[in-house]
């Protein structure tokens, strides 16, 4: 079946730092992946889309990339603050393209 | 403009009794999604509509969960009867004609069964 990992729960790192978060998949090749971004309370809000013949996509601080060999997507955040403390979820189109797959999300602290 | 709407916001009930979440998706988007999360099972959807359509409900945990879209503007997912293990957060998402890919989610409902 379909899988989708994000490998840390939880990410600490110093303001000014690059935060970098990792979501892996098995068993099949999505047509695209995103980045959603969710914040206590709220609903997931919707930051980046990566099809997947693009290798890498930007987006004012946030980069996001896509290595189909690897079956990884690489996610990071430059000169990071602490409002960009959030958890930050994967989300993959399933094989039948008719929905998305989200992974459990990666909580990211910045502190000052 | 106003985005996805959900209500109620928290809900508190009893096992064995009839809970119904709402949605209103934004204006102008032709598809609707109902997700569950949980911590020990994150994000997880449950159903999908297309122009009110049902295309794919076979997330719908058992058959305790139904879920109805009326019109473009309204959706209901009603748990009936309710069990505790239901206890987590609803969210209702929809995306437009034009960027089908791209969800906006709604505030969520959190169900609390006793």
């Known amino acids: 079946s379909q899988k989708i990992e994000q490998n840390s729960e939880a990410l600490n790192i110093q303001e000014g730092k690059t935060a970098t978060l990792t979501c892996n998949y098995t068993n099949y090749s999505p047509a695209y992946l995103q980045w959603y971004r969710q914040d206590p309370g709220r609903g997931p809000v919707f930051l980046l889309l990566?099809?997947?013949?693009?290798k890498e996509k930007r987006k004012e601080r946030l980069k996001v990339t896509f290595d189909t060999t690897l079956k990884q997507s690489l996610f990071h955040i430059t000169a990071s603050q602490p409002a960009d403390s959030a958890t930050y979820l994967c989300?993959?189109?399933?094989?039948?393209?008719?929905?998305?797959?989200f992974g459990k999300g990666t909580t990211l602290s910045v502190s000052s | 403009d106003a985005g996805v709407i959900q209500s109620p916001r928290h809900e508190v009930t009893e096992m064995g009794q009839e809970v119904t979440l709402r949605c209103k998706p934004i204006s102008g988007h032709n598809s609707l999604f109902w997700y569950r999360q949980t911590m020990m099972r994150g994000l997880e959807l449950l159903i999908y509509?297309?122009?009110?359509?049902?295309?794919?409900d076979s997330g719908m945990p058992e058959d305790r969960f139904s879920a109805k879209m009326p019109n473009a503007s309204f959706s209901t997912l009603k748990i009936q009867p309710s069990e505790p293990r239901d206890s987590a957060v609803y969210f209702c998402a929809s995306s437009p004609r034009e960027a089908p890919d791209t969800q906006y989610f709604g505030p969520g409902t959190r169900l609390t069964v006793l």
């Open positions: 990566i099809r997947e013949n693009e």
């Open positions: 509509f297309n122009n009110n359509v049902p295309i794919d």
């Open positions: 989300a993959l189109l399933n094989q039948a393209g008719t929905a998305l797959i």
